[in-house]
């Protein structure tokens, strides 16, 4: 599969994230399976959070890897923490981040993370003791490159006033459906609600500061209401996208994370399918390069307009 590098690192990553908050429906062979057949089609960077299942989701993706030395090696691991649904709060203390990974690599069965990323803003977030934290974890070799998901520039910038560390990465919600960091910096200046800039122009700040964007949810539309391809809530859109698909010689799954790979944001969507074809059909979309007048197409179809 086609490789970017992660924000300002020089690590390789693949263009597609394989997000493992569902693997816990699989059963263990059923995930033996997958995550061998991800590895198989050049898929081996594989997204986590504590989160997902409890943790639960991390021990059974490290028991489907047959987690070792040498199987270590071939992977890049990334997870999340800072949502506490125990106690209904955020958290981005110093106590609470570094216990947060050492319990995830105790339950990936591993001694390091490549990325690690905070989930959500904390509003209570004192930045300093994020930087102690991410000093601390950096210097024991337990975390190599750190993150953050959801977040604005703002958010980033201050943590960037005390951090050694660069900030490669952010995951936020984008489909085709779901395009308002894309579709306010279309609409400047316009009286309309595509014009209002949600997020502080955090596409923009992205590019400008080489951290890579990982678009989570690349099928949902609205917040997790369902998923747009074969919907009859969008006609248009998914006969553009068959129309496109068609023209390719692949799924319609493909063409939509194609759309993505088409910004030259260089972005790295996280599949959160469990079905090993529609991984396949995801990984396809690395070598599908769509047209200008495709994506803007595409983009005018789910309902989006140009001023």
């Not at 992205?206 to 949902?220: C, E, K, V």
């Not at 469990?274 to 390069?289: G, T, Y």
Request: include cysteine; charge should be negative.
């Amino acid at each position: 599969m086609r490789t970017i590098k992660l924000g300002s690192s020089k690590l390789d990553v693949p263009v597609v994230a394989v997000g493992c908050m569902r693997i816990n429906s699989l059963g263990k062979k059923e995930a033996e399976s997958f995550v061998q057949t991800a590895l198989e089609n050049g898929a081996n960077f594989f997204d986590h959070a504590d989160l997902y299942g409890r943790g639960e989701c991390e021990e059974i993706f490290a028991d489907a890897v047959h987690m070792n030395d040498d199987v270590r090696e071939k992977l890049i691991l990334q997870s999340k923490c800072g949502i506490r649904p125990d106690v209904g709060t955020y958290d981005h203390s110093k106590e609470h981040i570094i216990s947060s990974v050492d319990k995830i690599l105790k339950r990936l069965k591993t001694d390091y993370l490549d990325v690690f990323l905070l989930h959500r803003p904390d509003a209570l977030m004192e930045p300093e003791e994020v930087a102690e934290a991410f000093d601390t974890l950096h210097s024991a070799g337990k975390v190599k490159h750190f993150g953050v998901s959801n977040h604005n520039p703002m958010q980033m910038e201050l943590l960037n006033k005390y951090m050694k560390q660069p900030i490669v990465a952010n995951q936020l919600q984008l489909s085709i459906t779901n395009t308002t960091m894309i579709s306010s910096g279309i609409n400047v200046n316009m009286e309309n609600d595509a014009a209002v800039n949600r997020d502080g122009s955090v596409l923009d700040y992205s590019r400008l500061n080489d951290i890579t964007i990982q678009p989570w949810s690349p099928f949902q539309y609205g917040f997790f209401e369902g998923v747009f391809l074969g919907n009859d809530k969008f006609p248009e859109l998914n006969k553009m996208i068959d129309e496109v698909a068609e023209k390719y010689g692949v799924s319609n799954t493909t063409i939509a994370i194609a759309w993505l790979l088409r910004h030259p944001a260089n972005m790295q969507p996280v599949i959160g399918t469990m079905n090993e074809s529609r991984l396949i059909d995801c990984i396809k979309a690395s070598e599908v390069h769509l047209s200008r007048e495709e994506w803007y197409n595409l983009y005018r179809a789910a309902g989006n307009k140009l001023p």
